[in-house]
Every structure is written in C-alpha cells, then in structure tokens.
C-alpha cells in the first residue's frame, strides 16, 4: 500500500521514468560540457571562468523565458505555507494539546504538544536527503510539486484528525505523523524551490530572486500571527479550543492545492546529474564533505539567532520579562514585517557587490556586536517603545543578511548535488541549534536565573560563524 501511494505521489509530482530518460538523452546530445578555462585569485574571492554543468535560465516549452511572476509566486506558497504552520502550530500548541494530548496536568499537555511540534525537525534531514536528491535527479520542479503535496498532506492530517476523546489513543499517533509528514516536506522545500529561484536568473539578479524566499517566510509569519490572534479575539475560549483552532490548519490545506497547481504548469529545470550518476547524498558525502560542514557553520549563527530573536521573543517577553501578552504579539509582528522587507533590501543590495561573503560578514558581524547590548536594554527597559526599537533593530541586522547567506550557500555546490547540498546544510542547521535555541535559552535561564544567558547564547554561535566565514574563500562563477 505505501509503495502505491509513494507511486503515485510521483507521477503527481514529476515526469514518468521514460520521459526522464528521453529529456536526458536529447538534452545530453545538444549540450557540451563547458571546460574551466582558467582559475583566478582576486583576494579572498576565487573566479571560475566557466562553471561546470550550469543550468541554463529556465524556458518554457515555446523556448520563452520562464515567467517570473509564476515561478516567484509558486515557490513563494511552498516556503510560506512552511512558516505558517510553524506559526498557528506554536500559537495554538495549548489547545492541540488538550485535543490530543490530555493529561490531568494541562503543562503536560502542553510539553508533549510541542515536543510533537518538535520532531518535526527530527524528519527535515531525511526530507532534504530524499526530496532534494529528487530534485537533482529529475528536476527543481518535480522536487518543489512533490514537498508541497506531502506538506498538504501533513496538514490535513493535523486539521482533521479527531480528538483524543473519540479515537482514543491513535489521535496522538496521527497528529504525530502529520507533523513528521510536514517537517520531511519542508526539509526538502528549501532546496528544490531556492534552488529553482536561483537558477532561474542571471549571476547579478539572484539575490532579488532569492529574496522572495525571505518576503514569504516574514509574511506567512506575518499572517499565521494575525490569523491567531484575530481568532483568540473573535471567538470565545469554548469555541476555540473545540474547533477554531483547525481553521489555520484548514486554510493552509486549500492553499496548497493552489501552490500545486501553479507548480505544476512550470518549466522543468534540466536534470542536473551530469555523468555522476551516485546517489545523490552519497556524491555530496564523498566529494563535499569540507563545503557542508562550513555551510552547516555558516548557517548556525542564522538560525539560532532567527529562532531566538524572532520566534522565541514573544515568550521571552511574557514568560521571562513578564511583559502583557499583547506585547508579545506586537514584538512578532514587528519582527514578520521587518524580516520581509530588509530580507528584500539585502537581496538587491547583494546583486550590486561583487561578491556574497562581505554582506554575509557584515550582517553576522553586526548581529554579535548588537547582541549583548540588545538583550542589556531588554532585561533592563520598562518601556515598550523601547523594547519594540530593539527587536526591529535585532531583526534587522538578521535579515540585512539572510539572502546572501543563501546565495553563498548555495553557489559553494556544484548544479548536480546543489538541491540536496544546500537542503541537507539548512535542515541540519535549523534542526540541531534553530529549533534546539529555545529548549537551550529557556533551561539556561531557568539554572542560573539570569535572562542575559539569551544573549550570551546568541553571541556565542554568532562568533563561531564569523571565524568560519573569515577562513572561507568564496568561490563565483564569472556570469556576470
């Protein structure tokens, strides 16, 4: 039964093994391999004059260009539909708990609910493995229809499953087996739909495509926010706890058919296996082992601080500084806006320089430096005005940099392994500090009673990544 469902999963998803076979074929016939013509030095920045096996800017059948309104818009719905369920599953974690979870202590209820939440970053690298090898081997296209219907399946999953109190205990197990389907989605969303982005645009407009990425990730952050709060004002508690709390799930549910759709009717990217024809993590194992370590040591400072500053910040401010729950939700929000929109300046401003790692430095640099004094401020101001400057600026020197992050990332990998290298480098970044740093921060806090430890916490992966970049050389291909 599972293989006829995974089966058919793929014929959804992708081309059938024959039409695979004959697109290979016919595009290895009318391509060459360019050969590296000469290798330069030009500071800490290396320039290959001709990268091996690059794809070519996506077409459509006619032999138009692909249109980029589509392809933002598809991938855009994949990686927002992502974040906006970490939201509303965060927001309403207390009342999927007591639906699924019940025990005679409400606080362990809410434990094992977020620990449900939680193993969904257990399944990210294995979706990153499989959906991003699947993606190289048969293309973006194929890897981006393939997460977004497994990331509808897990929410539907969640958003229908019934409670506790008439299945009994399969409930758990069901909801359970949503949030892994959701977490294995994602693992591989990241790298087939980036990567499609990416590869869609010339060398000098990358970062402006890319940074979509980052807009809908802030504005489904956004959005699953207003979309809990608007509910908890609205509805009374009854309601909400025996119902409301679905609609979010339900929500994202039709969405993805939407994001399907669109994604379906794309251009397929060319195949980007080349002549190795290894198993795709077993390529990137043997032959970029160096180049995944530094990027999963890049991508640490990004994620802990994200984590932190962005999502664990509400219950910072409630929890630890004893702020009114409504500050809370006005730090998140504040945080969402300005991820989406310095995310999209940093995008433009990476295409103008000549190079990714000096933004990526810089934006690094600037979030350790401001650190320390940023959480001084937090622990010490009684006025939310001030709190609300200090998160913006927090959230901004965070995002001045994530475009570029991805960029260098993604550009430090070959075509044939980019979408599971780079799939493979966030899903264990995210999953062993990003969603470990509020689990950390919080019993760091709890033992010494110190809410600076925050602070420290954040500094600390902050200076790790900056020795690893000062050590990096970057490599760019000469496309511009």
């Known amino acids: ?136 081997r048969v293309g973006r296209r194929s890897g981006m229809t393939l997460s977004i219907l497994l990331m509808a399946a897990g929410t539907a999953t969640i958003a229908l499953c019934p409670q506790y109190n008439r299945i009994g205990i399969a409930a758990p197990f069901i909801v359970l087996a949503g949030r892994l389907l959701q977490g294995f989605a994602a693992g591989g969303e990241v790298g087939a739909a980036t990567t499609y982005l990416m590869e869609s645009a010339a060398w000098n407009r990358r970062g402006y495509m890319v940074s979509w990425q980052m807009v809908s990730q802030g504005a489904a952050a956004t959005l699953g926010a207003v979309c809990g709060f608007s509910l908890s004002r609205f509805m009374n508690p009854e309601s909400l706890a025996a119902w409301g709390w679905r609609i979010p799930f339900l929500l994202g549910t039709l969405i993805a058919p939407v994001g399907y759709y669109i994604r379906r009717h794309l251009p397929e990217s060319e195949p980007a296996g ?106 010490h101001a009684c006025n939310l005005g001030v709190v609300i400057v200090v998160v913006f600026l927090m959230t901004a020197c965070l995002s001045s940099g994530l475009v570029a992050t991805l960029l260098l990332l993604m550009e430090m990998f070959p075509a044939s392994v980019r979408a599971t290298g780079s799939a493979t480098a966030v899903a264990i970044a995210v999953t062993l500090f990003g969603g470990t740093a509020q689990l950390a921060v919080t019993a760091l806090i709890a033992k010494t009673g110190d809410p600076m430890f925050a602070g420290y916490y954040v500094l600390i992966f902050n200076a790790i990544s900056i020795t690893v970049l000062a050590f990096y050389r970057e490599i760019k291909p000469e496309t511009k």
Do not use: W
Request: glycine share 8%; hydrophobic share 50%.
């Open 274 to 379: 080349g002549t190795d024809h290894r198993i795709k993590i077993v390529a990137l194992l043997t032959d970029y082992r160096k180049k995944l370590v530094t990027a999963i040591l890049v991508l640490m400072s990004q994620s802990v601080t994200m984590y932190v500053v962005v999502f664990f910040m509400p219950s910072y401010l409630t929890r630890v500084m004893h702020f009114a729950p409504a500050s809370g939700f006005l730090a998140a929000t504040v945080s969402s806006i300005t991820l989406t929109v310095v995310a999209f300046i940093g995008g433009r401003l990476v295409d103008r320089m000549p190079c990714r790692k000096p933004l990526v430095m810089c934006a690094t640099s600037l979030s350790a430096a401001l650190c320390l004094p940023a959480f001084f401020i937090l622990t």
């Open 1 to 136: 039964m599972f293989g006829y469902g995974l089966s058919a999963l793929l014929r959804l998803a992708g081309p059938s093994l024959t039409d695979q076979f004959v697109d290979t074929y016919r595009s290895d016939q009318s391509r060459r391999l360019p050969i590296i013509t000469s290798l330069t030095l030009t500071g800490d920045t290396e320039v290959i004059s001709a990268p091996a096996r690059e794809p070519a800017i996506l077409v459509s059948a006619t032999g138009e260009p692909a249109n980029k309104t589509r392809l933002i818009l598809s991938t855009a719905l994949g990686n927002g539909l992502e974040i906006f369920d970490f939201t509303v599953f965060s927001f309403f974690a207390g009342f999927i708990g007591n639906a699924f979870f019940p025990a005679k202590d409400p606080f362990i209820s809410l434990l094992l609910a977020v620990g449900t939440f939680g193993a969904g970053f257990l399944a990210r690298p294995i979706g990153a493995v499989v959906i991003g090898g699947y993606a190289d």
